[in-house]
């Protein structure tokens, strides 16, 4: 049975950072190349989404964006049903994206050279909003057991000081795709409780479950919790809406959203028309949508697993919960790894980002956007297979 899924959408030519800028950054042309770097779908969005976009263009007006009530009332409905976390209207602060929010908290929260610590391998972009910011990396590294990540609680007590000022936590984890459980997160936050550490919570990827797991929203877990946690979602990764650069920034602590919405006030932060409604939408009318997208990415993980694996002796893929980008061990595959890329990227023609990007034990890896049709997938699979045919042929000898 087709899905809507399958259809394949031609974006190349449409400002799409991940098919025209591919050939600037990895030498591979839109025009034979697979792109599956850039964490965004290539899945259109729930079509209450693109009839609100088509009743905004015929209006033919974009001025400033007011009335934000329907949308903080479909941020806390969706809250509410998804992930029985409750939320009041005034705790929603908008923003243009989570990165930006978590940039700016940042900013607001500590002082440069202050330590921020987070869970490495990890999403590239802390690194960087961290560095940006003058700010010092404080990386604890996970373990990897039993094809999984952990947090490391043995060793992290004498990895922070009295200057680590901020947990910035991502959950579900990108890209190792787990979903941490209640008690890995209370046992964390205790511990940030314990050493003065604000707890900044990027939940973007936490409506994205594909294995029947439970996502746990950080605030949830006890009031002193929520009183030391600042919460970072969005709607762009559950329903591809990455371009209309809005997430929700959730507080319950007054003194706190206060003092950062200080920081969105000086950097002339606002909410916009289109992100707002688009959201809006998506919470409203996306759970129909999100269901089927979720039981589609799941299949094509069991697609990767296997086609992967058997096509590179000696990769392993490492099982995601949740999001939709894949992390794939090569450290015992019998090539130097710069050759394994190379083979990836130049000869089969599938752009992917390369793990040392994601911090510390990231070295070996490489993440693979599986957001796109079953035959993106598929002939990613079959490129793989031509490229290391004499690799299977050497093992099997």
Not at 3 to 13: E, G, L
């Amino acid at each position: 049975m087709t899905s809507i899924f399958d259809q394949k959408i031609d974006r190349r030519n449409t400002h799409s950072l991940k098919w025209d800028e591919m050939e600037s950054r990895y030498g591979i042309s839109p025009d034979d190349g697979l792109p599956m770097w850039v964490a965004d779908m290539d899945f259109r969005p729930p079509q209450a989404v693109n009839d609100m976009v088509a009743r905004a263009a015929e209006h033919g007006i974009n001025g400033y964006y007011g009335n934000d009530a329907p949308y903080k009332e479909a941020v806390i409905s969706w809250m509410k049903r998804r992930h029985q976390f409750d939320v009041s209207p005034d705790w929603i602060t908008t923003v243009p994206g989570v990165v930006a929010g978590y940039s700016m908290a940042i900013q607001a929260f500590s002082e440069e050279g202050d330590g921020v610590l987070v869970f490495s391998p990890v999403y590239h972009a802390f690194g960087r909003a961290v560095r940006d910011n003058n700010r010092r990396l404080v990386e604890s590294q996970l373990i990897e057991r039993d094809g999984a990540y952990y947090m490391d609680f043995d060793n992290l007590a004498d990895q922070v000081d009295e200057r680590t000022k901020i947990l910035l936590l991502c959950s579900p984890h990108n890209p190792g795709g787990r979903v941490w459980t209640a008690e890995e997160l209370t046992r964390i936050c205790e511990f940030c409780l314990e050493h003065n550490i604000l707890i900044i919570s990027d939940e973007i990827h936490h409506d994205l479950i594909l294995d029947g797991s439970k996502h746990v929203v950080t605030s949830t877990l006890s009031e002193a919790i929520a009183e030391r946690t600042i919460t970072f979602t969005s709607a762009s990764k559950t329903f591809n809406l990455a371009g209309f650069a809005t997430a929700a920034c959730i507080i319950s602590n007054k003194e706190l959203r206060d003092q950062i919405r200080k920081v969105f006030t000086a950097c002339g932060v606002h909410a916009t028309p289109l992100g707002s409604q688009a959201t809006t939408e998506a919470y409203n009318h996306g759970d129909e949508w999100l269901t089927e997208a979720c039981d589609y990415i799941a299949a094509n993980q069991e697609l990767l697993i296997e086609g992967l694996e058997a096509a590179i002796p000696g990769a392993k893929v490492m099982r995601m919960a949740s999001t939709y980008l894949q992390w794939v061990d090569f450290k015992n595959v019998d090539l130097p790894f710069d050759e394994i890329v190379a083979r990836i990227q130049k000869q089969a023609k599938v752009a992917v980002n390369i793990g040392s990007t994601f911090g510390k034990g990231g070295e070996t890896f490489l993440r693979f956007n599986l957001a796109c049709p079953k035959s993106t997938v598929e002939e990613a699979i079959k490129r793989l297979e031509d490229v290391f045919a004499d690799l299977r042929i050497q093992t099997n000898a």
